[in-house]
């Protein structure tokens, strides 16, 4: 007879998987358990930047590049066309007022002038002959008045001598009245050439004046034409440096066209560039400052260029002391532009924590400097060295400024010696 068997109710290959199961729940609450707390990172000190909060002068100012020119720079521009003959000089010559830089030649200006020159030399030869001429019809007519007025004298004398006759019954009557007739005539060819003498004399000062006016305006326009040959010679406008020469022998230059610049010597000014995210904050007298020498020198805004090119606009800015005697054209200088007064605020100096941060928090160092932890703060502005601290800090509170890029989501750095 056959014997029953009882079936084991665990198997070797149960308990196994049971106890995988466990251990695998047990890893699963660990991690979470792991995952709910603060995360830690160790930090080597001698790789971090560790600043303390302090109080102290606070001013806003941005970085700015500024380029040295001359104080005033005259720009040379051909006022007439022509072909470079000379050049008297070479770029980079200091000139004195008046030195010729170079000598253009255009025929057809030349030929202009020699035009003019015979225009008014003609015009002057009309003028001699019909002064000439007038002069003669006034002699003339003079000549006329004369006889005119001889005529006349005596044929009152014949009236006179007549009228006392004919009173005395010597004359007949028709004799003493052929005699007034000739007395009145007389009269009126002298009434007559007066008034020819009159028109005359004004004709003659009106033609006058309107052939010294026509001389006048030839003249003038041959001066202009002498001027304009003149100026195919180029000369320096002020005392100054001569740059950008643009011009070899033989070149052919239009009218208008850019020949170079004199640059005044007196002085320098700096123009500077500036994001066109300030435009509304720059404005004339605000002042900068950089070092040269191991000096400080301060510098002011006196103009305002306020079209913007690629995204900057430049200002002019002058010194407000004495120039630095090393200083040359060209020079770039690195300014701090002022945006605001000085004040007294917290700071913390700036660092690369700001590029993840925004500035909303920082890690902040315990007590005893052996860990960093998250702070909430609020910066205000900034300038090239600090940061403004609203609020989150104290003065004396250490901080760490360095780049955060390999902190991720840390809440908590262990500072290792």
């Known amino acids: 007879m056959d014997i029953p068997l009882e079936k ?18 047990a890893l699963i609450v660990f991690v979470l358990l792991s995952s709910t707390g603060a995360s830690k990172l160790n930090v080597n000190k001698e790789r971090i930047s560790i600043n303390a909060v302090q109080k102290g002068v606070f001013q806003e100012n941005i970085p700015v590049n500024g380029i040295v020119l001359p104080i005033t720079t005259i720009y040379l521009d051909a006022l007439e066309g022509g072909r470079v003959e000379e050049k008297f000089v070479e770029d980079g ?19 202009s002038l020699v035009n003019q020159e015979t225009q008014v030399y003609n015009l002057l030869t009309q003028m001699q002959i019909s002064q000439n001429a007038a002069s003669q019809n006034t002699i003339m007519k003079l000549n006329n008045f004369t006889d005119v007025e ?26 003493f009245i052929q005699s007034e007739n000739a007395y009145n005539y ?13 028109e005359d004399s004004l004709a003659v000062k009106q033609e006058g004046n309107q052939i010294t006016s026509s001389y006048a305006r030839t003249q003038n326009a041959l001066q202009l ?34 020949l170079g610049q004199i640059d005044v ?14 435009i509304s904050r720059i404005y004339t007298g605000q002042t900068g400052s950089f070092p040269f020498n191991g000096e400080n020198y301060q510098l002011e805004i006196k103009k305002v260029f306020t079209q913007v090119t690629n995204g900057r606009f430049q200002v002019d800015m002058v010194f407000n002391q004495e120039i630095p005697e090393e200083i040359r054209r060209g020079q770039s200088l690195q300014i701090r532009l002022a945006l605001s007064q000085e004040k007294q605020a917290l700071l913390i100096p700036k660092g690369g924590f700001f590029q993840v941060t925004g500035g909303n928090w ?55 010696e």
């Open 265 to 278: 010597l007196s002085g320098f000014k700096v123009r500077a560039e500036i994001d066109e995210h300030y």
């Open 93 to 111: 010559a200091v000139m004195k007022k008046g030195d010729p830089i170079l000598r253009l030649s255009n025929t057809d200006l030349e030929l």
């Open 225 to 258: 034409m002498r001027r304009k040959v003149a100026d195919l010679v180029v000369r320096a406008p002020v005392d100054g440096q001569l740059t950008s020469l643009d011009a070899e022998i033989g070149q052919s230059k239009n009218k208008g066209e850019r």
């Open 186 to 198: 007389q009269k009126q060819r002298m009434n007559l050439s007066r008034e020819i003498l009159k």
């Open 362 to 416: 920082i890690y902040k160092i315990s007590d005893d400097g052996s860990t960093a932890y998250k702070a909430e703060i609020r910066l205000g502005s900034q300038n090239t060295e600090f940061y403004e601290v609203l609020s989150g800090l104290q003065p004396g509170d250490k901080v760490l400024t360095s780049s955060y890029d390999n902190y991720g989501d840390v809440e908590e750095l262990v500072l290792k």
């Open 8 to 25: 084991k109710r665990f198997t070797t290959k149960k308990i196994l998987v049971a106890a995988g199961i466990v251990a695998l729940a």
């Open 150 to 175: 001889n005529s006349l004298i005596e044929a009152k004398r014949v009236y006179d001598l007549n009228k006392t006759l004919f009173e005395k019954d010597v004359i007949a009557r028709q004799e």
